[in-house]
């Protein structure tokens, strides 16, 4: 499966962003999904997973109750609806995708996956 993670931007403190990634190649019904993101100097870190079914997401403490994580499997695209962005969240974001044989799985470990967005830049200023 090939992924296009898009929406990336610049915002000012408080804003929001809406990052779709698009997935082709494959049914993506199959497949659990999850963003991370990479600041400048460090490491990849993770954001958001969901079930390929979409009835469970989970999300790092460090964007609980601010980030939601959806997917539309008749769309092939999986979401990152960013609310009150602070200037921490500054960081190139990455979807990505690993096939799901069991409907109750889900990832939140970077080499769980398979499949890598290209990344999106996200700047939030002060």
């Known amino acids: 499966v090939q992924l296009q993670a898009s929406g990336g931007g610049s915002v000012h403190t408080g804003g929001s962003l809406r990052l779709p990634c698009a997935a082709s190649g494959r049914t993506f019904s199959s497949y659990a999904a999850g963003w991370f993101r990479q600041a400048p100097g460090k490491e990849r870190e993770f954001v958001a997973a969901i079930r390929r079914s979409g009835d469970y997401t989970f999300y790092a403490d460090s964007v609980k109750g601010r980030f939601t994580i959806s997917r539309d499997n008749a769309k092939n695209t999986v979401y990152l609806q960013m609310n009150s962005l602070k200037p921490e969240d500054t960081a190139v974001y990455y979807c990505?995708?690993?096939?799901?044989?069991?409907?109750?799985?889900?990832?939140?470990?970077?080499?769980?996956?398979?499949?890598w967005g290209q990344g999106t830049l996200v700047t939030v200023s002060s």
């Open positions: 990505a995708a690993r096939t799901s044989s069991s409907g109750s799985m889900f990832y939140t470990r970077a080499p769980n996956y398979e499949y």
